[in-house]
C-alpha cells in the first residue's frame, strides 16, 4: 500500500503528474491509499483506476460520501487533518506531489516513521526525502523500496 500525498487544490501539471503516479503504483500492482478528497488525491484515484489499481480513501470527517469518485474504499476519520496519521501509519511507503503543509505533515510522519518516501519534482526540498523527476521513478522507488523491506510496516 502506497500513499500519494498532495495538495486538495492542484495546477494543471501536478494533476497529470498525480494521475500518472498512480497509474505507475497500479501497473506495479500497489494499493494507492490517501485522503481521498480533490486534488492531488483525486487525480492519483483516477490514475490508479485507468490501470485497474484499487484505491483507499481515509476522509477527515465521518460521512464517506465526500470522497471522490474514484476511491474503492472510503473510510471516514472523524479526525479532520488527523487522518495524515492513519494515511502514513497504514502505507508502506509515500509519495508526495506539490502540496501545504498537510502534504508536509505527511512526508515528515514518513520520515518519523522510517518508511521510504519520495517526492515527485523540487517543490520541497528535505533532508532525507529522495527527490524523483518523474512519476514512474517515484513508483519504483517506493515499491522497489517496500519490497526490499519485504513489506513490513514500522
Known amino acids: ?30 494499493l ?3 485522503g481521498g478528497l480533490g486534488g492531488v488525491m483525486t487525480a492519483c484515484c483516477q490514475g490508479a483506476h485507468e490501470a485497474g489499481g484499487l484505491t483507499v480513501g481515509i ?16 473510510i471516514a476519520s472523524g479526525m479532520a487533518e488527523g487522518r495524515n496519521v492513519l494515511i502514513v501509519h497504514s502505507a508502506d511507503a509515500i509519495i508526495a506531489l506539490k502540496g501545504a503543509y498537510g502534504t508536509l505533515s505527511e512526508i515528515s510522519l514518513g520520515l518519523a516513521m522510517r518508511k521510504p518516501v519520495a517526492v515527485v519534482g523540487d517543490w520541497c526540498p528535505i533532508p532525507g526525502v529522495v527527490l524523483f523527476e518523474t512519476p514512474r521513478e517515484a513508483a519504483a522507488h517506493a515499491v522497489a523500496a517496500t519490497v526490499r523491506a519485504g513489506g513490513q510496516r514500522a
Not at 1 to 27: F, K, P, Q
Not at 59 to 65: A, F, I, K, M, R
Open 32 to 34: 494507492v491509499i490517501s
Open 1 to 30: 500500500m502506497i500513499a500519494v500525498c498532495g495538495g486538495g487544490e492542484a495546477d494543471a501539471e501536478t494533476m497529470r503528474l498525480a494521475s500518472e503516479v498512480g497509474r505507475e503504483l497500479a501497473a506495479r500492482g500497489a
Open 59 to 74: 476522509v477527515p470527517g465521518t460521512n464517506t460520501s465526500v470522497a471522490n469518485p474514484d476511491v474503492d474504499i472510503a
